[in-house]
Nanobody
Framework: QVQLEESGGGLVQAGCSLRLSCAAS????????MGWFRQAPGKEREFVAA????????RLADSVKGRFTISRDNAKNTVYLQMNSLKPEDTAVYYC????????????????????WGQGTQVTVSS
C-alpha cells in the first residue's frame, strides 16, 4: 500500500510562487507514474501535471503551461510541483496521485488512471 502526503500549500498573492511536495511511503514509487490534480470549490477535480516514472514524459494542463513544472526525486520517493506566476484561479486543493501502471514513456491525465491519492493541500492565491 502506498501512502501519499502533500505539503507546501499556503496563502500567497498573485504573481508569487509555491512548491508543493508529495512524499510517498509504504513502498517505493520509483516505478509509478505520478500526477497532480486540483479541485476548486464547487468544481470537479481536474488534471494539473503528470510525470512518468523515468521523468522523460512530463505533461501539463494547458492552464498551467509555462508557469508550473513537475519533477521527481526517486531517491527521496518524492514528487514536486513548482508553481510560478500564481493566479487567483489557481486556488484549489491540490492532490498528489500515484499510478502503478505507468510506463517509461507514459503518465496519464485521467483521474481513473491513478490508484493512490493523498489528502490534499490547500493553495489560496489572493488578487
Amino acid at each position: 500500500q502506498v501512502q501519499l502526503e502533500e505539503s507546501g500549500g499556503g496563502l500567497v498573492q498573485a504573481g508569487c510562487s509555491l512548491r508543493l511536495s508529495c512524499a510517498a511511503s509504504g513502498r517505493t514509487v520509483s516505478s509509478y507514474a505520478m500526477g497532480w490534480f486540483r479541485q476548486a470549490p464547487g468544481k470537479e477535480r481536474e488534471f494539473v501535471a503528470a510525470i512518468s516514472w523515468s521523468g522523460v514524459s512530463r505533461r501539463l494542463a494547458d492552464s498551467v503551461k509555462g508557469r508550473f513544472t513537475i519533477s521527481r526525486d526517486n531517491a527521496k520517493n518524492t514528487v514536486y510541483l513548482q508553481m510560478n506566476s500564481l493566479k487567483p484561479e489557481d486556488t484549489a486543493v491540490y492532490y498528489c496521485a500515484a499510478d502503478p501502471d505507468g510506463s517509461f514513456w507514459y503518465a496519464g491525465t485521467e483521474l481513473l488512471e491513478y490508484d493512490y491519492w493523498g489528502q490534499g493541500t490547500q493553495v489560496t492565491v489572493s488578487s
